[in-house]
């Protein structure tokens, strides 16, 4: 399965994006899917998850009550609603899915997901 994050730009502290991620190559629908961001110069943190059916997510401390993860499994889509940006969110996301499908650990760990797709940049203002 190929991924392909969209939707990043320039924001202004205290400001919003929304990110999309399609696949194409084969459905993701019976796969956990994941959000990570990768800082210049940090290592790549994994920032949401959620499960198959959309019923279970998983946010890092440092998004929690920010960020809203979601999935449409009809479109074979992902998105990531962040608000309240703050400039510490500024990097390139990446969405990723599970090796496996189903998946039955929640929350689940970061080196379960796999074929990254192409990132998108984020870069919150102060």
């Known amino acids: 399965v190929q991924l392909q994050a969209s939707g990043g730009g320039l924001v202004q502290t205290g400001g919003s994006l929304r990110l999309s991620c399609a696949a194409s190559g084969r459905t993701f629908t019976y796969y956990a899917l994941a959000w990570f961001r990768q800082a210049p110069g940090k290592e790549r943190e994994f920032v949401s998850a959620?499960?198959?059916?959309?019923?279970?997510?998983f946010y890092a401390d440092s998004v929690k009550g920010r960020f809203t993860i979601s999935r449409d499994n009809a479109k074979d889509t992902m998105a990531l609603q962040m608000n309240s940006l703050k400039p510490e969110d500024t990097a390139v996301y990446y969405c990723a899915v599970a090796r496996s499908p189903y998946g039955r650990n929640w929350p689940p760990r970061s080196d379960e997901f796999g074929s990254w797709g192409q990132g998108t940049q984020v870069t919150v203002s102060s």
């Open positions: 959620i499960n198959w059916t959309g019923g279970r997510t």
